[in-house]
């Protein structure tokens, strides 16, 4: 009876151990199973995102527009090349992002920062083209220090700049004013001006300091209107190379040999340039849709 007994009671342990063995094999699949389901659905739901990710189409042609004086007219400019920054600009967009580019150069010889507000003001051309702009580029300084030049001289001093460069940012606050009004998106890119007196003026007080103080000046003035970048030129045509020609010939090799002002077409090359690293560096700004 006592054997009996015990083998009934070792049956039952033998059925529970297996009962247990099983059960715990099959929640281990079940398991298994779950957790293989969640990373398949895991590995679905990421190539889903990266599927649904949008992604933002390139136009198909961009329109500058040019707004400015000679520096934007391309005076002094090679006649092979032409159209000064302007046009190797165009060029540069076109090659580098292979889109069509167009432009309109709305750049004049002698106009000062009241002339060109203007314009901008009446000229019906310029009304219908900047809305359609994509980038706009603006030149304007360097006639309003021409004129204090022509007025004061071989007397010109730092004091008399820095008094016409207070003037002239008011100035040139309404005139990017004006230039958002006709377009709310397209980023501006502000050129600023250069000293081209260094060799010819150098017994002018503080000149150099003076042209710093007014691209600084023209700097903040940029960056108080939106989507508008400063492109600082001011040393450009100011190096130990062009010192060591000026010595030797008395000229700036980067300038015109016509009025040793504006840029000859190494000139231009070297400007365009530098308003392209700010163009290239704001791409997303005006090259998607």
Do not use: C
Request: positive net charge.
């Amino acid at each position: 009876m006592k054997k009996k007994i015990l083998w009934i009671l070792l049956s039952a342990v033998i059925v529970l151990l297996l009962v247990g063995v099983g059960a715990g094999y099959y929640f281990y699949q079940n398991n298994e199973q779950s957790t293989q389901s969640e990373q398949i659905t895991h590995k679905k739901s990421i190539k889903n995102i990266i599927k649904k990710k949008k992604v933002i189409p390139k136009k198909k042609s961009i329109k500058i527009v040019a707004i400015g004086d000679s520096l934007t007219e391309g005076i002094g400019d090679s006649k092979s090349i032409g159209g000064g920054y302007v046009t190797r600009l165009s060029n540069k967009v076109k090659e580098d992002d292979k889109v069509k580019v167009s432009s309109d150069n709305f750049g004049v010889s002698g106009n000062t920062s009241s002339q060109i507000i203007d314009r901008i003001s009446f000229d019906q051309k310029i009304h219908k083209s900047l809305p359609k702009a994509d980038i706009i580029t603006v030149t304007v300084g360097g006639n309003d220090f021409m004129h204090l030049l022509k007025k004061k001289g071989m007397d010109l001093t730092e004091k008399n700049i820095s008094d016409e460069q207070v003037k002239f940012d008011r100035r040139l606050g309404v005139l990017l004013a004006d230039i958002r009004h006709y377009n709310g998106h397209a980023p501006i890119y502000l050129v600023g001006i250069y000293n081209p007196f260094s060799i010819y003026l150098s017994n002018v007080t503080d000149a150099k300091t003076a042209f710093v103080k007014w691209g600084q000046a023209s700097e903040e003035v940029a960056d108080s209107v939106n989507n508008t970048y400063y492109v600082d030129i001011n040393n450009l045509y100011e190096t130990k190379y062009v010192d060591k020609k000026a010595k030797k010939t008395g000229t700036n090799p980067y300038l015109s040999d016509q009025d040793h002002f504006h840029p000859n077409a190494k000139g231009y090359d070297m400007m365009t340039e530098k308003i392209y690293d700010q163009v290239k560096n704001t791409k997303k700004e005006w090259l998607y849709k």
